[in-house]
């Protein structure tokens, strides 16, 4: 109970997450701890078990004969059947499951949480500390115009200064070796750790899925829907053998010095919260696979499509207002091609080039946890400093190398593919 009460106060909702990640770790885990804690009281508050004994036995008997069939296991025989004679008989029908309930909802619920911790573990070595800058987006949020522009500006230098370390720094040690396996050079470290451990995510589920089938000696992966099925259609326990409500019960005692044996039987009242619980788990965990699947599916599509990066930065360069200095000038019908041309030159090496998948990620967990008015000003005070400081050199470099029109990159037509779908100028 301890352990439950100290889970709870640990697993809190964190600003590094996106997607289903809060249901996996957060909303999964309470609702198997609740579930879990509700069974234990009900196991060892309540009675979890009674049973008719025989009209000889003491009070002291009775608590011995039902203590000693909660424990030992109780087996379930059909109201229409005889009782098995032989005891190998007997306990091939046993129930094991009920009194472990409670330890395997623990154990599951700890297992939600482990891939968090891998997370919040490796996540932090990619030099950019995710909730920090979650939280600064946040208080810029709701900061005056001043206050904000600190916070914007602590951003963008963050995200930059990580940039520049990237490119320039060459370590032997184990972790970074780690590093370099998960692209760290490729700005790709955060991005690839994320989807490891959306994959640990989608593991789990399944493997408790799995687990949960074989705990309860179900060896028809659709028993749930059965269940359901039973109950929408008002089938009862005593035929189907479900989660059975009474069940029978062998013990022995010694009575001057002789083995007596006896049969009872007991009502498992407890059984009526597993059968609920347990299909509920059972759709949950279903549930969570499988939203996860997609989740993770739409990521990689968005992560590692030039058309879903332009896309997703061009909306906040769209929604940015115009640089106060900009120059305006009278540009003849030439020039605002030249120019369009310039543009898609720029936004090319600006969103396929200088926004690593890493930057992506965190763009995306800023504009999560804040909302687009935030993750505006970041793009757009980037995309300035961009144009202040590279933009020559990269329209530069592009002549130099445009000799002829096949030389254009594929990044390059990327951005006039989307610009034309777009009606951008």
Same mark, same amino acid.
Request: overall charge neutral; charged content about 25%.
């Given at each position: 109970? /301890?352990?439950?009460?100290? #889970?709870?106060?640990?697993?809190?909702?964190?600003?590094?997450?996106?997607?289903?990640?809060?249901?996996?770790?957060?909303?999964?885990?309470?609702?198997?701890?609740? #579930?879990?804690?509700?069974?234990?009281?009900?196991?060892?508050?309540?009675?979890?078990?009674?049973? =008719?004994?025989?009209?000889?036995?003491?009070?002291? =008997?009775?608590?011995? $004969?039902?203590?000693? &069939?909660?424990?030992?296991?109780?087996?379930?025989?059909?109201?229409?059947?005889?009782?098995?004679?032989?005891?190998?008989?007997?306990?091939?029908?046993?129930?094991?499951?009920?009194?472990?309930?409670?330890?395997?909802?623990?154990?599951?619920? $700890?297992?939600?949480?482990? @891939?968090?911790?891998?997370?919040?573990?490796?996540?932090?070595?990619?030099?950019?500390?995710?909730? %920090?800058?979650?939280?600064?987006?946040?208080?810029?949020?709701?900061?005056?115009?001043?206050?904000?522009?600190?916070?914007?500006?602590?951003?963008?230098?963050?995200?930059?200064? /990580?940039?520049?370390?990237?490119?320039?720094?060459?370590?032997?040690?184990?972790? $970074?070796?780690?590093?370099?396996?998960?692209? #760290?050079?490729?700005?790709?470290?955060?991005?690839?750790?994320?989807?490891?451990? %959306?994959?640990?995510? #989608?593991? /789990?589920?399944?493997?408790?899925?799995?687990?949960?089938?074989?705990?309860?000696?179900?060896?028809?992966?659709?028993?749930?829907?059965?269940?359901?099925?039973?109950?929408?259609?008002?089938?009862?326990?005593?035929?189907?053998?479900? +989660?059975?409500?009474? $069940?029978? &019960?062998?013990?022995?005692?010694?009575?001057?010095?002789?083995?007596?044996?006896?049969?009872?039987? &007991?009502?498992?009242?407890?059984?009526?919260?597993?059968?609920?619980?347990?299909?509920?788990?059972?759709?949950?965990?279903?549930?969570?696979?499988?939203?996860?699947?997609?989740?993770?599916? +739409?990521?990689?599509?968005?992560?590692?499509?030039?058309?879903?990066?332009?896309?997703?930065?061009?909306?906040?360069?769209?929604?940015?207002?115009?640089?106060?200095?900009?120059?305006?000038? @009278?540009?003849?019908?030439?020039?605002?091609?030249?120019?369009?041309?310039?543009?898609?030159?720029?936004?090319?090496? +600006?969103?396929?080039?200088?926004?690593? @998948?890493?930057?992506?990620?965190?763009?995306?967990?800023?504009? /999560?946890?804040?909302?687009?008015?935030? &993750?505006?000003?970041?793009?757009?005070?980037?995309?300035?400093?961009?144009?202040?400081?590279?933009?020559?050199?990269?329209?530069?470099? +592009?002549?130099?190398?445009?000799?002829?029109?096949?030389?254009?990159?594929?990044?390059?037509?990327?951005?006039?593919?989307?610009?034309?779908?777009?009606?951008?100028?």
């Amino acid at each position: 109970m /301890n352990m439950l009460g100290s #889970m709870f106060s640990t697993v809190k909702p964190r600003l590094d997450d996106l997607g289903t990640d809060r249901l996996n770790y957060y909303y999964s885990t309470l609702i198997i701890m609740g #579930m879990s804690l509700t069974i234990t009281a009900r196991q060892y508050v309540g009675s979890p078990l009674q049973c =008719w004994v025989p009209a000889q036995f003491t009070k002291a =008997w009775e608590q011995y $004969a039902e203590d000693y &069939c909660f424990v030992y296991n109780t087996y379930w025989v059909k109201p229409n059947e005889k009782v098995p004679l032989t005891v190998e008989e007997r306990v091939s029908q046993q129930l094991i499951y009920y009194q472990w309930a409670p330890f395997i909802m623990a154990i599951e619920a $700890a297992f939600f949480y482990l @891939p968090v911790i891998f997370w919040s573990m490796l996540s932090t070595k990619s030099g950019i500390n995710i909730i %920090k800058l979650v939280e600064t987006a946040q208080k810029a949020e709701g900061a005056e115009s001043e206050d904000r522009k600190k916070q914007i500006d602590i951003i963008c230098r963050h995200i930059s200064n /990580n940039l520049r370390k990237r490119r320039n720094e060459e370590e032997t040690t184990k972790m $970074a070796k780690i590093q370099k396996i998960f692209g #760290m050079q490729h700005g790709k470290y955060i991005t690839n750790v994320y989807l490891v451990t %959306k994959l640990i995510y #989608m593991t /789990n589920s399944f493997l408790q899925f799995y687990s949960t089938n074989k705990f309860l000696g179900q060896n028809d992966p659709y028993w749930g829907m059965r269940i359901l099925d039973d109950i929408l259609h008002g089938t009862d326990w005593e035929h189907s053998g479900n +989660f059975p409500r009474i $069940a029978m &019960c062998d013990f022995q005692v010694r009575v001057l010095g002789n083995l007596q044996r006896h049969s009872i039987q &007991c009502v498992l009242t407890l059984n009526m919260f597993n059968e609920k619980i347990f299909l509920f788990l059972y759709i949950w965990f279903l549930l969570v696979f499988f939203v996860t699947l997609f989740d993770s599916i +739409f990521l990689i599509y968005n992560m590692f499509s030039s058309h879903k990066t332009l896309e997703f930065l061009q909306q906040f360069l769209d929604n940015q207002e115009q640089d106060e200095n900009e120059e305006k000038k @009278p540009d003849d019908e030439k020039k605002k091609v030249y120019r369009k041309e310039q543009h898609s030159i720029l936004l090319s090496e +600006f969103c396929l080039h200088k926004f690593t @998948p890493d930057i992506i990620i965190l763009l995306k967990m800023i504009n /999560n946890h804040t909302g687009d008015i935030v &993750c505006t000003e970041i793009v757009g005070r980037m995309w300035n400093d961009f144009l202040k400081r590279d933009a020559k050199l990269v329209l530069q470099r +592009f002549v130099d190398n445009d000799h002829n029109i096949e030389t254009k990159s594929s990044s390059l037509k990327s951005v006039q593919l989307f610009e034309e779908q777009r009606s951008f100028i």
